[in-house]
C-alpha cells in the first residue's frame, strides 16, 4: 500500500511541478521585468517589494524540485527494503 501511495504522490508532483513551472516561469519573467521597470524609474521601495517576490518565486521553485528528490529517494529505499 505505501509504495503505491508514494508512486501517486511522486506522480502528482511531477504534473505538478512541470504545470507550476511554466506558470511560475513565466511570472517571474513578469516580475523580472517590472523589477527593472521601477529600478528605471527609482521607485526603490518597489523594487525592494518585487525583489523579495521575486526571491519567493524561485524558493518555490526550488523547494518543489527538493521534495521530488526526497519522495524519489523515498520510493527507492523503500522498494530496496520491500525486494530484501
Do not use: D, H, Y
Not at 504522490?9 to 504534473?15: Q, S, W
Not at 525592494?48 to 524561485?58: F, K, N, R, S, Y
Amino acid at each position: 500500500m505505501t509504495p503505491v501511495v508514494l508512486f501517486l504522490l511522486r506522480i502528482f508532483v511531477k504534473i505538478g511541478i512541470e504545470l507550476s513551472s511554466i506558470v511560475l516561469g513565466g511570472m517571474m519573467l513578469i516580475v523580472f521585468g517590472c523589477i527593472i521597470n521601477a529600478v528605471v524609474r527609482q521607485m526603490w521601495p518597489s523594487a525592494g517589494i518585487l525583489i523579495v517576490m521575486e526571491a519567493c518565486l524561485v524558493m518555490i521553485c526550488a523547494a518543489a524540485g527538493v521534495l521530488e528528490f526526497f519522495l524519489e529517494e523515498a520510493t527507492t529505499s523503500l522498494g530496496r527494503i520491500i525486494r530484501s
